[in-house]
């Protein structure tokens, strides 16, 4: 059951403001109960546009209600039976949602997964989940898992493509064509569903250990599609960029929200992303750091390749406009280094935003609208979430005119439990929790609660809290104590207005022989702000200092080496055609050395509160960078850092010998 002892909702003016305009699910019991009403509401609105599958894909809401129900009357014709586990293993594309939906609106609840994970972990999931139908993208993924289905609970298998199913198989195979003909031919038997019911099992990484599965409810699930809305307020028709896994906690939980408003949703990728945002221009778009920092090294990227004179004069704007901002955020009382300004600070700050607006306001005029048109012109909120927000984009998204609202929480809150609002973005803090929710800081050893201000666990209560873990009875019970609070594993302090603002992952600090305690991440968000490294991982547990391997920016280090009239000469990399004449050196070359020994001592020390202990000591510069394909990321583009640990091993003890 949901953990006792659930807050209530208390709701600010604009909140209540906000869900007044939305379609009101309060009174719904289930996930599946919303799609009837949407249907019926906005049938003619696209729903699910995919325009870079083969054939492009739009459907309608009439059309993807319709597809719904014919999958659940094919599974129930199947033998699905209410409460069954269905493993889904595919990415995304609109027939993952309507998988999705369907086997919920069976009765299963589905335990979901990427194609793309490794197939132990896979076989892990369908056994541990007890699934005992599966739904796979494609036959390639039922050819990855096939030998290890034998021995399993799995009878039916279902491909979401259109590929004949295999000859000689033991197992009953139906494509997507052929289960929704077998469910246009049966009646869908109504179940009894409610907000207790278990709707799907999303499992953790594994990283650290076996994956658990995290087991959210029906009410986990509305709790999202409802009280989203009292920080967004999307319309029907609102388009709405989907790049992140669909099957991940924190994208899900943002398309059952939008969709149960009548947003279209168009689906990209790394590789779509930049056209695709100038091509359908959205008002939404949710991702993680990661994706943001990529438009963000993309737009730098620009303005490096413009002439000096060019160069100087977009880095005065950009200049100006950073003090510009700082002051408005005094005035606002929305600054973390001046949580209560003074009528006299408010005074100063006034001043000189006055002085500075006319800059800032032909540095848009000039360079920022721009910067926004090849966003597509429209967006009205980009919501970040899945890692922590670096500053230095904070800063960068705000002068250019595009509201980021960053937020929290994890898998096992299903996911949000914070986020910064429209009308109060407090750059630097995750936000404060979502209706229904309640953050407590408590300290790590003694577990007593903390004041405002001061350091501590991250605890939380609410309505989107899991049901435990899967089979895992030992977990839950660490997981979640008997009044309901959730233990996060994060570290964080609140303001006094109830602003969250996370420091790092307690079980990613790293304490160094003298003792003292480092939270990885800031040091990382304040590196990747040099044009010369493209992503970090701060290591250094249990040594006098701290070390650093840094994938470095290879287009912003070709450049610099072509105006030193050098050319590189990386590993496994052809060479460099750089002017003729130019020295061919290596990484490990002292003058590139320096150069990341410049770049890491400048960002460090200018990070907010930076300490002594904080400054990176040695380094190794590795050109391969961390991704989803070699193992090093997580599907959402966090570092994996316990594997990154053990591929690199050797080169970290010889950085410390």
């Known amino acids: 059951m949901n953990p006792p002892n659930a807050p209530s909702l208390h709701l600010t003016e604009p909140e209540r403001a906000n869900l007044k305009r939305l379609v009101d699910y309060q009174a719904v019991e289930s996930l599946p109960a919303i799609w009837p009403i949407v249907a019926q509401k906005f049938g003619s609105i696209v729903a699910l546009k995919d325009p870079h599958a083969k054939p492009e894909v739009s459907l309608t809401y009439a059309q993807v209600y319709q597809q719904m129900q014919h999958f659940a009357a094919g599974l129930q014709a199947l033998g699905v039976e209410v409460g069954d586990r269905v493993g889904l293993i595919s990415d995304n594309s609109p027939r993952w949602f309507v998988a999705d939906q369907g086997i919920m609106t069976a009765g299963a609840a589905n335990a979901v997964r990427s194609s793309q994970a ?61 289960l929704l003909e077998l469910g246009a031919n049966h009646s869908l038997q109504p179940v009894q569903q409610n907000r207790e019911t278990l709707a799907t099992l999303i499992y953790t990484s594994g990283t650290t250990g076996r994956p658990k599965g995290a087991m959210l409810s029906h009410g986990n699930l509305l709790h999202q599609a409802t009280m989203l809305g009292a920080v967004v307020p999307p319309q029907p028709g609102n388009i709405v960029l989907s790049i992140l896994p669909s099957w991940h906690a924190y994208e899900r939980a943002f398309e059952y929200f939008v969709l149960a408003q009548g947003c279209t949703q168009v689906y990209t990728s790394i590789r779509h992303v930049k056209q695709d945002l100038k091509t359908y221009k959205p008002q939404y778009m949710v991702g993680v750091p990661r994706l943001w920092e990529s438009i963000y090294e993309g737009v730098q990227k620009q303005f490096r390749e413009q002439p000096a004179s060019k160069q100087r004069l977009i880095n005065s704007f950009l200049a100006a406009s950073q003090k510009y901002i700082a002051a408005q955020r005094i005035i606002q009382g929305l600054s973390l280094e001046h949580p209560h300004p003074s009528a006299v600070e408010r005074l100063a700050a006034a001043a000189k935003a006055a002085a500075l607006a006319p800059v800032h306001a032909l540095g848009d005029r000039l360079v920022y609208r721009q910067v926004r048109e090849a966003t597509g012109g429209k967006i009205e909120f980009l919501v970040s979430g899945g890692g922590s927000f670096a500053k230095h984009l904070d800063n960068f998204f705000e002068i250019i005119g595009v509201t980021v609202l960053q937020g929290y929480g994890l898998t096992e809150t299903s996911p949000v439990t914070n986020v910064r609002r429209p009308w109060r973005n407090l750059k630097g803090a995750s936000g404060q929790p979502v209706p229904g ?64 603002v996370l420091t790092g992952r307690a079980k990613d600090t790293i304490v160094l022989t003298s003792g003292e305690n ?84 400048r960002e460090v020390q200018n990070r907010p509160g930076y300490r002594p202990d904080d400054r990176v000591g040695p380094f190794r510069l590795i050109v391969e960078p961390f991704s989803v394909e070699n193992g090093m990321m997580t599907q959402t583009l966090k570092i994996r850092r316990p594997v990154v640990m053990e591929r690199y091993q050797g080169m970290i003890d010889g950085m410390f010998a």
């Open 118 to 178: 490794d197939r132990e972990e896979l076989l892990f999931i369908l056994a541990d989940s007890g699934s005992t139908a599966l739904v796979v993208e494609n036959q390639a993924t039922l050819k990855k898992l096939r030998s290890g289905l034998d021995g399993l609970a799995v009878r039916t298998v279902v491909l979401l493509s259109d590929e004949e199913p295999p000859v000689d198989e033991t197992l009953k195979v139906l494509n997507f064509s052929q």
């Open 518 to 601: 480092i939270e990885p991440q800031p040091i990382e968000d304040a590196c990747i702000r040099s044009p010369y490294i493209d992503q970090i991982m701060v290591v250094g547990q249990d040594q006098r200092s701290l070390g650093a391997l840094v994938v470095p920016n290879l287009d912003a280090l070709q450049l610099w080496a072509t105006q030193q009239n050098l050319s590189l000469n990386l590993p496994d990399q052809p060479a460099s055609t750089n002017p003729s004449g130019a020295s061919a050196i290596a990484l490990d070359d002292k003058r590139i050395q320096d150069l990341f020994r410049q770049e890491l001592n």
């Open 437 to 500: 929710t309640e953050i407590r800081i408590v300290d790590p050893e003694t577990r007593k609660p903390l004041p405002p201000g001061k350091r501590g666990l991250v605890l939380i209560r609410g309505r989107q809290v899991m049901q435990g873990y899967y089979n895992n009875p030992q977990a839950t019970a660490k997981a979640i104590d008997p009044e309901g609070w959730f233990d996060s594993g994060d570290l964080g302090w609140v303001t006094d207005e109830n602003d969250l």
